[in-house]
């Protein structure tokens, strides 16, 4: 279900997202997305990502076709998190015929999984405020810690909120946020 990615990926990251992410994101931006992907999924901008040693990088697979792509950082932590291993799902994006299929929840599972065998006592994401992840990631076990509204140029006004969303994984921390 996940092949990991190296530098050498690059190119097909930022294919991926330019054709991936404007069909499903469009109605948030006044250029349809354009923007955001020019500056956030360039291959320079993914090429700096690359250098950062916490970050992982991989493909989604299903059925033997890429779907989707995916990157997690390790000892991440949230704005004002309490003392405890993070691990953020920065990204998780499907194309648009991989949703609905499941795939999404058994990925986070696996990412789950992933950060407890790996002794992290939180895993955490951001999402949009409006749209149907939210209620995806609730329904998984996370709870809204936070918001904050994003600044990028030619966002729509009124749907520039992000959440941040923490589901406590370890032993020690399983009793949080019940």
Request: proline share 4%.
């Amino acid at each position: 279900m996940l092949w990991r990615l190296t530098a050498k990926d690059i190119p097909w990251i930022a294919n991926f997202m330019r054709i991936h992410y404007p069909p499903a994101y469009a109605y948030l931006w006044d250029d349809d997305g354009a923007w955001y992907v020019k500056n956030m999924y360039s291959e320079e901008k993914l090429a700096e990502e690359f250098t950062d040693e916490r970050a992982e990088f991989y493909q989604v697979i299903y059925v033997d076709q890429a779907v989707g792509y995916c990157k997690i950082m390790r000892d991440k932590k949230p704005i004002n998190a309490d003392s405890g291993r993070y691990l953020y799902t920065q990204r998780l994006y499907l194309a648009t015929e991989a949703q609905g299929k499941g795939i999404g929840g058994r990925l986070m599972r696996l990412i789950v999984e992933h950060a407890r065998t790996d002794n992290f006592d939180y895993c955490w994401l951001e999402t949009m405020e409006v749209g149907d992840s939210r209620r995806f990631y609730e329904r998984l076990g996370f709870k809204e810690t936070g918001k904050i509204r994003l600044p990028f140029p030619g966002m729509v006004e009124e749907l520039r909120g992000l959440i941040t969303m923490v589901k406590p994984i370890s032993k020690k921390t399983r009793h949080q946020m019940l």
